[in-house]
């Protein structure tokens, strides 16, 4: 089974502090996702990459960088952290190889929740 | 009018009925579409990935694809309490890095 881990499930954070938050998969997966998740709006893409030092920007990327040095690795920072950034974030991979190619399924992590204060 | 609707419930039902969920979506040249459950304090997990039209199944759930509706469903069957949790359907756009998902449907089944 594929194993997406995410180095913390809960974080306290306070306003302007920079965050890293840390996600590592066992599969060699080619491209690895950061979503948050928040109540009402759903799952939003904030980047992508799709092979190591490579990234792209999703729906809502501002505040955010990440950083992909190792292909089972994918970070997410938060440069200056705000309350606006409260909230469940999820890691993702996924495989272009397989059965449905770059249309395959996204395997997830249990997320971090994150709250700045 | 938003790319994938879903109603989000609540939705509570006894223990053993059969469960409808669904999820309507407006772009005809979608092809790929998925059911993700998510446990409480979880991270979403694949139950169901198909292709185009028609059915498919894996035991107690039935995924079904209308094309010409733009219309997805999730059937589970005999529910069980442990089948308690958050059902997002998920359109692949294009490619993995392209899916719109739905705001998830809340589902308690009560023993």
């Known amino acids: 089974d594929v194993k997406v881990t995410q180095s913390s499930r809960y974080l306290v954070k306070r306003t302007g502090e920079k965050v890293f938050l840390e996600c590592v998969q066992d599969?060699?997966?080619?491209?690895m996702f950061w979503y948050r998740q928040d109540p009402g709006l759903g799952l939003r893409l904030i980047y992508f990459?799709?092979?190591?030092?490579?990234?792209e920007k999703g729906d809502i990327p501002e505040g955010y960088s990440v950083s992909r040095e190792k292909k089972e690795r994918f970070s997410l920072i938060l440069e200056s952290a705000s309350t606006n950034q409260t909230s469940m974030y999820l890691c993702?991979?996924?495989?272009?190889?397989?059965?449905?190619?770059?249309?395959?399924?996204?395997?997830f992590g249990n997320g971090t929740r994150l709250t700045v204060t | 009018q938003k790319e994938v609707e879903q109603d989000p419930g609540p939705l509570s039902v006894p223990e053993g009925a059969i469960v409808s969920l669904n999820c309507t979506y407006s772009?005809?040249?979608?092809?790929?579409f998925m059911w993700y459950r998510q446990y409480s304090r979880k991270g979403p997990e694949l139950l169901m990935y198909?292709?185009s039209s028609g059915n498919k199944e894996d035991g107690r759930f039935t995924a079904q694809v209308d094309k010409s509706s733009k219309y997805i469903s999730l059937f589970i069957r005999d529910s069980q309490p442990s089948d308690s949790a958050t059902y997002l359907c998920?359109?692949?756009?294009?490619?993995?890095?392209?899916?719109?998902w739905g705001l998830g449907t809340s589902l308690g089944v009560n023993p």
């Open positions: 599969m060699d997966h080619e491209n």
């Open positions: 990459s799709y092979d190591v030092k490579m990234k």
């Open positions: 993702a991979s996924s495989s272009d190889r397989g059965r449905y190619g770059d249309n395959s399924p996204l395997h």
């Open positions: 998920a359109i692949n756009a294009g490619n993995n890095r392209k899916l719109i």
């Open positions: 772009n005809s040249a979608f092809q790929y």
């Open positions: 198909t292709y």
